[in-house]
C-alpha cells in the first residue's frame, strides 16, 4: 500500500503526470450529476425509512433493494473518474503498489455503498450517500476488490455513521486507508516478499499498538496482500535488488576518502541512482524499497526517497 495524496485534488488539477485535466465546466457536470443521482436514491431511501417506520418490513426491504439497484446501475458515472484515480497513483493499484499485470482495476468504495459487513459476520446498513462521493473511491485491482467486497469493521465501541446521523470522521475503521497519510505506515515488508504489520518497539503491549497491528493484520487479509503467491514472490526479487544495491552504496561509502580513495564515490553515485529510482512513487513496490531502505537505519540512504 502506498500513499495517495487526495487531498483537495480534483480531475482538473494540471500537474498530474500522464492526466489531461478536465475544464470546470466537464467537473462541475460531473458534480452535478452526483448530486442528482443522491438526490434520486434519498428519495427511494426516504420511502424505505415510512415503510420501516410503519412496521412493513417487507416493504422496507423492498425499497432498500430498489435502493441499491438504482446505484449498482449507475457505476459508469464513477468510472468516468477511473482514469484520473489511475493517474494519481502513475497507474498502480492503491492497495498492492502494483500495476496488476494487466487485470481489471474497480473504482472501490472505501465505504461499502449496499452494506457493511462487521468482524463478527453481521451486516449493517452500507453507506449509500456516499455512492456517489467522489472523496470515498479508491483505485483497486481486482484481487483486493473482490476480497473486500462489503467488508468494513469499526473498532468496539466506534460511532457507526447513518445517513440521519454522519459522522464518518469519527468512526475507527479496521481497514487501512491509502488516502490517510499515516494508515501504510502500519505496514512493513519481510524479505521474503510478506506483508507483515510494522513492528512495535514493546511487542505490541500497549491498547494503542495492538490496535494497530489488529488494523493491519486485518488490511493484509482483506486486501489479498500475501493470499496472491505472484505479489509475494515479486516483492521478494524487489527486496533483493534493492538490497543489492544498498549493500553496494553503503560498502563504497566505507572505503571513500575524498583525497585517499575518490574512486568509489562514483560507485556510491550509482548505486543511489538505482535506489532514488526503485523509491519512485510510479514504481512498483516502491513501499517495499522503502521499507527496506528504513531497516538499515542510515541517514544518507534515507535522503535519497
Not at 438504482?70 to 492497495?95: M, V
Not at 505496514?187 to 495492538?210: H, M, Q, R, V
Not at 566505507?254 to 550509482?270: D, I, K, S, W
Not at 541512482?273 to 538499515?296: G, N, Q
Amino acid at each position: 500500500m502506498r500513499h495517495i495524496d487526495f487531498k483537495n485534488k480534483t480531475p482538473m488539477d494540471k500537474d498530474i503526470p500522464g492526466w489531461t485535466p478536465w475544464s470546470k465546466s466537464e467537473w462541475d457536470k460531473w458534480l452535478k450529476d452526483s448530486a442528482e443521482l443522491h438526490r434520486h436514491a434519498a428519495e427511494i431511501d426516504m420511502e424505505r425509512t415510512k415503510l420501516e417506520s410503519a412496521g412493513n418490513t417487507k416493504g422496507a426491504d423492498a425499497k432498500r433493494a430498489e435502493r441499491n439497484e438504482f446505484i449498482s446501475k449507475k457505476s459508469a458515472h464513477w468510472g468516468k473518474l477511473k482514469p484520473w484515480l489511475f493517474a494519481l497513483s502513475g497507474g498502480k493499484c492503491w492497495f498492492t503498489d502494483t500495476t496488476n499485470n494487466g487485470s481489471h482495476y474497480d473504482v472501490e468504495h472505501f465505504r461499502p455503498k449496499a452494506e457493511a459487513k462487521n468482524l463478527d459476520g453481521t451486516v449493517r446498513e452500507g453507506y449509500w450517500w456516499l455512492a456517489f462521493d467522489y472523496t470515498n473511491y479508491r483505485l483497486a485491482g481486482g484481487a483486493p476488490n473482490t476480497k473486500k467486497g462489503g467488508w468494513f469493521p469499526l473498532c468496539n465501541g466506534s460511532l457507526s455513521s447513518t445517513f440521519g446521523n454522519r459522522c464518518e470522521d469519527s468512526e475507527f475503521p479496521y481497514l487501512l486507508d491509502p488516502i490517510r497519510a499515516s494508515d501504510p505506515l502500519l505496514l512493513a515488508f519481510d524479505e521474503e516478499g510478506n506483508a507483515i504489520p510494522l513492528p512495535s518497539a514493546d511487542n505490541w503491549a500497549t491498547d494503542s499498538a495492538k490496535w494497530n497491528k489488529a488494523r493491519a493484520e486485518e488490511s493484509i487479509k482483506r486486501y489479498k496482500l500475501n493470499e496472491h503467491d505472484a505479489l509475494p514472490e515479486r516483492r521478494r526479487k524487489f527486496w533483493s535488488d534493492v538490497s543489492g544495491a544498498i549493500k553496494e552504496f553503503l560498502e563504497a561509502k566505507a572505503n571513500f576518502h575524498p583525497v585517499r580513495n575518490p574512486l568509489p564515490g562514483e560507485t556510491m553515485e550509482q548505486a543511489a541512482r538505482r535506489i532514488e529510482a526503485m523509491t519512485r512513487p510510479d514504481v512498483e513496490f516502491s513501499s517495499v524499497a522503502k521499507w527496506c531502505i528504513c531497516l538499515r537505519n542510515d541517514p544518507d540512504l534515507v535522503r535519497l526517497f
